[in-house]
């Protein structure tokens, strides 16, 4: 899973939830309010019971705030069904209090603004055709004296062209804002270089994998990847062809991992690859592919001469070598590290011994004196 492969998330969702329920919340006690001052001047449908549609509206918010304040307010399918209801909701006041002469008609703009808010342009323009047909099928089927066309229709007429409008431009700042954001999250996660994930990504993956791997019962095998003497490879041809050589690698290695594979730049030249539901043997395999892949190429370097460069790899894999991000990455490091000691162009996977060989080859500090 790189970052081009990258899904993007609903951005706005969360950030406009309590906005439109502010907005519900206000727009309810206002239309009760104004249901209460204007009383006896609304032409009442025969049969409807005013303080019960009061009591229903500030219900229905109520009854709204708690459906996007839980979890499943993030799945489109409910959001849409919301949607339905606040069309339902402000066709039913319009219907009860007067039909074309309803002073609740400023209520027709509530459902678009909500559902361009919460899923963009598109979404916001087909709410209002769908408020539009239902508003005239409410008016047509309605009992109102003189039918359809005989009816004052310049009061619904403005509302509608009124909510195109405003759905419109504001689906475009929304559309606007989702693609600013969008771009905000990427280069928060991507390493400018390479265009893989970064660290401080990367451990957040990780660490969201690891639990779902944890809750299954899954292998996670996460792998360390090192150029062999690329410190050589700088200092002889200068960073610029280093980086150039690194991007090069990259670009090499995304062909040998499946799609569900994370790779992410851990640092200078380290590459770290999480493999979710991968074992001993899959990971091993897979960097077996990328070290001879790696090994084929060509690459390019100062005035187009080619270049051969080499990797080692070493990996950890959850459950068996740890059970949290920060020590199955420190393992598959001490494991590669053994790898480029052992000649390079290997892979290896982690043992406990490599600990012991670690603290062996690790240089005695004298003691101040």
Known sequence: MTPESFKPERVLTSLCTPVIDRLWVSA?????????????????????????????????????????????????????????????????????????????????????????????????????????????????????????????????????????IASFFLGTLVEEEKKLRQEILTLSRTDPLTGLYNHRYLLELLGGELKRAARYGEPIAVSMIDLDLF????????????????TQLVDTLKGTFRATDCLARYGGDEIAVVMPKAGHREALSALERARDAAAKARFSGPSGQSLQVTISAGVAVFPDHGDNALSLLDKADRAMYSAKNSGGNRVQLYHPSLEEATLEAAPTVAPHS
Do not use: Q
């Open 28 to 164: 309810v006690v206002a239309g009760v309010l104004l249901g209460a001052a204007f009383f006896d001047e609304i032409e009442w449908k025969p049969g409807s019971f005013p303080p019960v549609l009061a009591v229903g509206g500030l219900a229905y918010a109520w009854a709204r705030h708690a459906v996007a304040t839980a979890a499943l307010s993030k799945r489109v399918w409910l959001g849409l069904l919301v949607t339905g209801a606040d069309i339902a909701f402000v066709g039913a006041a319009i219907y009860v209090s007067g039909g074309p002469s309803s002073p609740f008609w400023a209520m027709f703009v509530l459902p678009v603004l909500t559902a361009t808010m919460r899923f963009g342009l598109k979404i916001g323009l087909v709410t209002t055709c769908a408020a539009s047909v239902l508003s005239f099928a409410v008016l047509t089927v309605g009992g109102f004296s003189d039918g359809l066309l005989g009816l004052n229709l310049s009061r619904p007429v403005f509302m509608i062209a009124i909510s195109l």
């Open 231 to 246: 410190k050589s490879v700088n200092d002889t041809f200068g960073h610029l062809v280093g980086d150039r050589i690194l």
